[in-house]
């Protein structure tokens, strides 16, 4: 009886273990380019993924100079405490009890974070309290700083990883490496204590010149992008 007692208390812990260390991939995409990088992120690591869909289809929040894209931020940044300035969204049935580590991968809009995410993270940043939080951004050419600032009053308790990645337009096509090279650099695997990847270790940094080129060393001086943030290194 002892022995059976034990085995079935020890299949409990690697099952809550097993639990406590699954990831989770938060994204909206509105072009497409989100899809695209969460794709290249889950073959590389193992995840669960959650997309977020707006309530109101078929929407076009580039028409007319990007009009609606911006009244919708404009009605957040207005009343970021209230409900009703966020736009619906599909009901989400997915537990996050489930998973302690949340990587959410977004577009920028005017720099800021896409509106439908800012809605996800509204209604369940609570649930986001202590778990491990990695953020990956899409936009044209624009820096990611207003997002993240998004992200951490949305999400103010989270455990965020050490450094942020930023992909955009000029090397969305090198976007295999770049995610590769940011798993690496936040040391994924000790933090998360997932042993298992798809790929294998890269460099340990994550530093972009203007042109949105990430650097695989960080260089002796200059102006560059870390952290979603403009540095200048002298």
């Known amino acids: 009886m002892k022995k059976i007692m034990f085995l079935f208390c020890t299949m409990l812990t690697l099952l809550s273990t097993s639990a406590s260390s ?37 929407l ?24 009703g300035s966020y736009p619906a969204i599909d009901p989400v049935t997915t537990s996050l009890n489930d998973y302690e580590t949340i990587i959410i991968v977004t577009p920028l809009w005017w720099s ?23 953020l990956i951004v899409s936009s044209a050419s624009s820096g990611i700083s207003g997002v993240v600032d998004d992200c951490k009053r949305l999400v103010p308790d989270g455990k965020y990883f050490s450094e942020n990645l930023w992909i955009n337009h000029s090397n969305h096509s090198n976007r295999a490496t770049l995610i590769q090279n940011w798993l690496s650099a936040i040391n994924y695997n000790t933090v998360t204590g997932i042993n298992e990847t798809k790929t294998t ?12 080129r990430m650097l695989v060393k960080e260089p002796s001086k200059g102006i560059y ?10």
């Not at 404009?74 to 209230?82: E, H, L, R, V, W």
């Open 60 to 83: 076009k929040y580039e028409a007319n100079n990007y009009a609606l894209g911006t009244q919708l931020l404009n009605a957040i940044k207005a009343n970021p405490n209230d409900a």
């Open 112 to 134: 800021q974070m896409a509106a439908n995410m800012q809605t996800y993270l509204f209604n369940y940043g609570s649930q986001l309290a202590g778990k491990n939080i990695g």
């Open 22 to 58: 699954k990831t989770l991939v938060v994204y909206y995409s509105y072009t497409g380019n989100c899809r695209e990088i969460v794709t290249t992120l889950t073959s590389q690591i193992q995840a669960d993924v959650l997309e977020i869909q707006p309530a109101e289809k078929g």
């Open 201 to 212: 270790t890269a460099a340990p940094t994550c530093i972009y010149d203007l042109g949105g």
């Open 225 to 234: 992008i870390k952290n979603g943030k403009k540095v200048v290194i002298k």
